[in-house]
């Protein structure tokens, strides 16, 4: 399967149906605390205000993030909540979906940047998308993290 395979929607809060909501929360929490055993609130107060992306197939969603404005998390416009689900790891759709979220940010919010707090064992990942550190690591939910902003071409 590649990510021309699948169904990418893009929803504002209140275009969630209760079942697409209920798969964006549970896929988050079977990642984010389930599989990386963190306990913490998923459920922070952003989604209201935040854009979806999501990755389907059929009716399974396979990936997500959420990209949020700017002054909502951060100064920046910012990407959050990145994951691909199990059933569809090494497919490379993180880089796709990574990919999609900042053109999603960048017409939205143009010229607002882009920040994002990710895992300090994905730095890689991102740089090669476009992103640069800038801070050190600091402990998030028991989660070594850095800050990364997304270096726009002139």
Known sequence: MSASELSWQLYRFDELSTDQLYAIIRLRQDIFVV???CIYSDLDGLDQESLH???WRDNELLCYLRCLPPGLDYQESALGRILVGPA???L???RELVRRGIEVNLKQWPGSGIRIGA???LE???EDLGFETCSDVYDEDG???IKMTFKESP
């Open 92 to 94: 490379k759709l993180g």
């Open 143 to 145: 989660i070594p993290h």
């Open 88 to 90: 569809a790891r090494g």
């Open 35 to 37: 599989e990386q055993n």
């Open 124 to 126: 890689g990942f991102y």
């Open 53 to 55: 992306l999501c990755g």
């Open 119 to 121: 895992q300090a064992y």
